[in-house]
Nanobody
Framework: VQLQASGGGLVLAGGSLRLSCVASGVTFSSYAMGWFRQTPGKEREFVAAISWTGRSTYYADSVKGRFTISRDNAKNTVYLQMSSLKPEDTAIYYC??????????????????WGQGTLVTVSS
């Protein structure tokens, strides 16, 4: 299984970015996908998750109303649209797949496969 995340970069506070994550080696359309983020010295934290159909989503309180997760099963891709970015959103963002469950959830340890991460830097 490989997950390739992209779309990170440097953006001013209040700006937007869209992250993408392409999966291979897994039946992408069958499983839940999640986005997480991590900063140095901190534990990886949940950001957003989406069910196998895309009909159900789940967000961390810190990003609710600003970030939107979506997926295109035909392209084996999950997206994270980030708007109204804040400096505290600066982190390495990781996508992950739970190859045992199809519902959206935030349980980090249940995600089996992870991408390499993409860096998002929000400057003030």
């Amino acid at each position: 299984v490989q997950l390739q995340a992209s779309g990170g970069g440097l953006v001013l506070a209040g700006g937007s970015l869209r992250l993408s994550c392409v999966a291979s080696g897994v039946t992408f359309s069958s499983y839940a996908m999640g986005w997480f983020r991590q900063t140095p010295g901190k534990e990886r934290e949940f950001v957003a998750a989406i069910s196998w159909t895309g009909r159900s989503t789940y967000y961390a309180d810190s990003v609710k109303g600003r970030f939107t997760i979506s997926r295109d099963n035909a392209k084996n891709t999950v997206y994270l649209q980030m708007s109204s970015l804040k400096p505290e959103d600066t982190a390495i963002y990781y996508c992950a797949v739970d190859a045992n469950r199809n519902w959206a959830h935030s349980e980090t340890l249940r995600y089996d496969y992870w991408g390499q991460g993409t860096l998002v830097t929000v400057s003030s």
